[in-house]
Every structure is written in C-alpha cells, then in structure tokens.
C-alpha cells in the first residue's frame, strides 16, 4: 500500500500556538482600556507606558485552558490595588480594607480582561476563578504578550503567559 | 419587583446593582446570592421576578443554577451577566433557556438594551 506523507503528524506536533501568533499588543491592551472604563470609571483611563514596579506588588490572574493554555495576570503596587479596590467598592468601601475586599476586587478585574481575552483566543477554552497572590511563573518567555501601563501614575503590567513549557526543538 | 443578583464577587454584585440604578432600575427589590447554590435556594425562598447571574461561581455555577431550575419547573426569568460572551456560551445560555447574556464589562446601556420588556 502506497502512503504519502501528509505532513499530518509533524503539523500536529507543531500545532501549539503562542500568544503571539493568536493576538497582539493592541488588543489586551483595549481590552483592559475597555474592562477600566467599564469597571472603575468612564473617566479612568490606562496610559500605555511602561513604569517600574514597586517591591511590594500583588498579582490576580485567571488560567485559560484550551487550544492555547496559560494565564491572563495582572500586577501591581499593592497600595495600588487596594486603591483599585476603593474605587471599585465607591461608597460601600470599608473605611479599613481587608485583604478579602482587594482579593474579591482585584480578582474580578483580572476575571473580567481574562474572559475577554478568552473569547478573542480560538476555543473552545475553560477560565478558572480568579486568584490573586505570587503570579505563576513565565514558563515559556517566547510564549508571552505583557502590556505595561500607568493608571493614575501608578504601573500596572497586564501579561497573557503561557503555562507550557518550550516543546522541544527537533 | 424582585431581582436576585448571583455572582461570587461581591464587588461585582455591587457594580451589577449600581448599573441597575444607573440604567433607572432604581425602585426594585435586590436580593443577593454568592453563589449558584444559594442563588437556587433564594428563588425558592425569595421568589424574585428575576435573576441576573454570573456563571463562573464556585459550589454551582449560574449555568447548573439554571438547569436545575428548568428540570424543577420553575421558570423564573434568568439571564447571565458574565466575562464570557463567546457565541457557544450564548447558545448554550439560550438552549437552557437563559433570556440573554451580557458579557461583562457592561454600561448601562447594555442592561437597557436586554433589560427593557424583561423589567416592567
């Protein structure tokens, strides 16, 4: 019997995606424009330059799993997310933040860019529930999109990184 | 009216309550689930005239919330208010009989937009 090589099981191989090739810049970075103006306030706007951390940072992220798998991670100053917290909690903020309130607020601003960078990716894909701690490490640095803005002067870094790691080089 | 808002984020309650107001819904009943398990046991309890839920929640999703609700019979106007808006979800939201699906991040606008002939 004939067989002809179809190049079925090298493209399979091949077939990981990464961010790059599925989504640019632009794009996370109007998503997370659209997901502050929506969420924190019509006149909140991200600039997009890049500005330094602080030491104390605090990251919420929300995992994607599908034909690309990895995680959509915000990070920032950790006075910086609490007064993200503020702004989102408006007149019921407590006159004394709990870690909860940042966690919940925080969390629900990484779920929101997260779900709609999910829906840009090809699918079908699961979001997990959001979390907020240590954001999980780049596994991959060719496999990663960070977008870097200010708001309100202060850095925040949104970064779309895969949770693979490199497939090996034939 | 009594609208029972779901989602696990009590921030997002709290902005899906404030673009109620915002959008003129301002003179209705808001009852508060944090999660579909409780968003389930409320309709039952709280007999509200709608429920606006996220569908992502720990316990019981909005999604599961729903399919219980139909398979008991009870037919109270649900729709979802969640990041996700990927055509398949919506298909999957209006097979289980979900009215919409707004996909957040939201304005008021939007909740007219799906709102008005739901909200009397």
Known sequence: ?170 | MKILVADDSRVMRQIVIRTLRQAGYDDHDIVEAEDGADALAKVSSEQPDLVLSDWNMPNMTGFECLEALRSSGQQVPFGFVTSEGSPEMREKAANAGALFLIAKPFNEDTFKEHLDGVIA
């Open chain 1, 1 to 170: 019997m004939t067989t002809f090589d179809t190049g079925e099981r090298r493209r399979s191989s091949d077939a990981r995606p990464v961010i790059a090739e599925l989504m640019d810049d632009a794009t996370v970075q109007a998503i997370a424009e659209e997901a502050w103006t929506a969420l924190v306030g019509e006149d909140e706007l991200l600039l997009p330059m890049p500005g330094e951390l602080p030491a104390d940072v605090l990251s919420a992220w929300v995992d994607v799993v599908g034909p690309w798998t990895g995680s959509v991670v915000l990070t920032t100053g950790a006075q910086t997310a609490a007064e993200l917290t503020r702004t989102l909690l408006a007149e019921t903020a407590p006159p004394l933040l709990d870690h909860e309130d940042v966690a919940d607020a925080f969390g629900e601003i990484a779920n929101v860019v997260g779900g709609n960078v999910k829906a840009s990716l090809p699918g079908p894909s699961a979001l997990s529930l959001p979390e907020v701690g240590n954001a999980p490490a780049v596994r991959n640095p060719a496999d990663l999109l960070r977008v870097d803005v200010l708001w309100r002067g202060q850095p925040l870094s949104i970064s779309v990184q895969g949770a693979l790691p490199p497939l090996p080089v034939q």
